[in-house]
Each structure stands twice: as C-alpha cells, then as structure tokens.
C-alpha cells in the first residue's frame, strides 16, 4: 500500500510554516486572513526563524 501525501478531505488550501516547517490546513477563523497568513500558530508566530526575525522591539538606544 503506498499511500502517498496524506489527502484532506475538504481540499482545504495549505501552507507549510516557515518555524517549524509543517504543513498547516485552512481554518475558519483564518477565512479573512488566510493571504497574509504565514505561520501555522501563535506559538510559531512569536518564534519566527532567523531572516524574518526583524526586532520591532529596541526602544531603548
Ligand atoms: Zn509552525
């Protein structure tokens, strides 16, 4: 039995996630923002890999 990539059985879009670099499915709560979503959760989004990590942060100088 090959069984090839797994099939979603909606055909919902995917994305991979650039942190942990898993393939995350469409969700409801992401229907209006589903272009400019890039990670696959909050968890992910707050731990973004090195070359888009661009520190909004430095107030201090
Ligand atoms: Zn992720």
Do not use: Q
């Not at 995350?24 to 959760?41: A, G, L, M, N, Q």
């Amino acid at each position: 039995m090959g069984a090839g990539a797994p099939r979603n059985p909606h055909a919902l879009p995917t994305k991979t996630c650039p942190v942990c670099g898993r393939a995350f499915v469409w969700r409801k709560k992401w229907e209006r923002d589903w272009p400019t979503v890039i990670y696959c959760s909050e968890r992910c989004r707050r731990n973004p890999p090195r070359a888009l990590a661009r520190g909004p942060k430095g107030g201090a100088s």
